[in-house]
């Protein structure tokens, strides 16, 4: 058996998440032999040029150290202002300083130069998102002839999204040179197509080694999950209860709206207040009746973008506060920190609306750990934006569009009202969903694909095919 690389930004800690990303992939590391490749987290102005590896409980990760000026023009520059913006068609957002694509080109030639020597011929490398698009060319120039596999997390832009990038062209030639592309959802698929049929045609002619040519690259959805059993098992542990209980009594039979995010300006917060707002001003009944609690750590605030966010947000929740807080009542909670899964899990089944309304969204996780913690005798119900990879696959939770607040405010109102029959048929919809879509079966089918085997089959299908047309 072929052994398989992962490749990340960042290699995953001695704590994970449970259900999550990592696991599935540790698990994939585990059914194999391998090692997850990527940065140590490190800054050093003599990176060696050698990766270092070491062994977290069994799993074997190597890693680099990266310079603080590539760093900062790889992860906070080129990827986290300019890609990520675009990808979530937040152009107004994004700040375009071209000089950040040379830091990022070096960053991913000097992970293509580390990881070069580790390689063994038929090694099955995955790659994962968006800080590591031109690895597979780095790695190919350098002399790689494996099977490369790239999975996209967040959403592929529009056309005129990804004009607004610069380098557009080269980042679309660098996908061309893997043999497979993962999306998250059926759209991304669309919006790839529709602009690689439309680059190829002028693109074909001239230098081949320079071209866009998807002929050798196969592109489809591979829509992630959570472990859902597991976030079941989760939300009636220990510690999940002792969450419920502390929640339960400030409650005091009020019922639970519940957010949990990370701080970033794609899932949608202020629109997701302010609807709450509206609900509040357009039905008192609500008043005293429930409360939102929004959970949102930090993330990137070295990032002018996000720090706004912030602000937004805290002026968002005053605004709430102000207007219909009473001395022995409050609206909302806001509570800026992370908690471990099963805390997690005891919120999400607590949670009468798990309100999950990014303005774009890859797939978004929250949504599924927020259903497999329900309580199947009496589930809470899902307010799910349209935008996100979720909504192809959880067609029964209410959909929304996030911009517009009076639809979520209503929602709102639905989700709150609505009989127990209602939300047991509902979740029993979603939760079926979520299984199907799991974290597990998400990392084996697409290592099914990209693997030797399927390789042989495709050429073999080429040669048929050619056979049957000569
Ligand atoms: P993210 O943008 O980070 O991921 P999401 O899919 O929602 O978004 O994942 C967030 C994860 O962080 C969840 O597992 C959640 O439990 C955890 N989390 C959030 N708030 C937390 C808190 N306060 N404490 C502890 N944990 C918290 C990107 C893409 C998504 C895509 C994923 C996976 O943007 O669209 O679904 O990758 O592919």
Redesign the pocket.
Known sequence: MSRLIVVSNRTPGKTV?A???AVALRKALSRQEGFWFGWSGKLTENPNAEARFEDIDGLSLATIDLTRDDHHAYYAGFSNSILWPSFHLRLDLATIDSTWYEGYRRVNQQFARALLPLLEPDDVIWVH?YHLIPLASELRLMGARNRIGFYL???FPTADALYAIPHHLDLMRDLSRYDLVGM?AKRDVAAFTEFAEHQSPSSLSGDPLRSVDFSRTEVAAFP?G?DPDAFARMAVSSAANKMIKRMERVLNGQKLILG???L?Y??GLPQRVEAYEKLLANDARFRRQVHMLQ???P?RDTIKEYQETSDTLDAMCGRVMGRFAEPDWSPLTY?K?????PS?AGLYRLGRVGLVT?LR???????H?YVGSQDPNDPGVLVLSRF???AEIFEDAILVNPFDTDETAEALRMALDMPLDERKHRWQTLMASAQKHNVDDWSRSFLERLSPAEQQRTSTRDILYLASVA
């Not at 969204?361 to 949504?367: F, K, Q």
């Open positions: 998440a259900g999550g990303l998102d997390h967040i959403p998250q992630i959570s949990v995010d990370r970033d794609s899932k959970v949102a750590p993330s509570v920190r992370a908690y471990g899964q997690l990014p969204d890859g797939m978004n996780l929250v949504a750990e996100a990879g979720a």
